[in-house]
């Protein structure tokens, strides 16, 4: 089960989402009002995923990268009742790996967290591979050519 932190300003909305994210089989293991206590909850969890709201992050953009030095595996996802372009490619640019919009839609909320777990599980994989992949040619590389066949 996936351990889940929500940080929002907002108790309603708080609240909401947990329903939402126990109700859709995540453990929400903390939710707070404050950035400072959210990474203390973050730091005593481990979570894989961090619901933290548009407002908190513009009005302490260092957390975000925080959360991503500390806990580089940790999903962030941002929270807010709008998103325009420009929002979404500043949250990227920072690190967040998705995007939840107010009110919340329970199986859009879900939706939207599951593809980007899968995703992020699709990206890590296809590194891996890649890294086997070079390790083979490494290892080959200094592997003596074939002889020639008897002729």
Known sequence: ML?????DSSAVARGL????LLDGGYDVVGQ????????????KHQPHLVCITREQIEADAEVVREIKTNW???LIF????????????????????????????ADTVLNTIRNTVIAM???QR???????????ADSNAGAA???????
């Open 121 to 123: 599980v699709k990206r």
């Open 32 to 43: 707070t009002h404050t950035c400072a206590s959210g990474l203390t909850l973050l730091l």
């Open 3 to 7: 351990k889940a932190v929500i940080i």
């Open 145 to 151: 050519p074939d002889a020639p066949a008897p002729g």
């Open 72 to 74: 580089p595996k940790t």
């Open 126 to 136: 296809a590194a891996l591979a890649q890294q086997g992949d070079e390790g083979a």
């Open 17 to 20: 989402l947990n329903t939402v």
């Open 78 to 105: 941002m929270v807010s009742s709008e998103f325009d372009a420009a929002t979404i490619q500043a949250g990227h640019a920072l690190g967040v790996n998705g995007f939840i919009v107010k009110p919340f839609k």
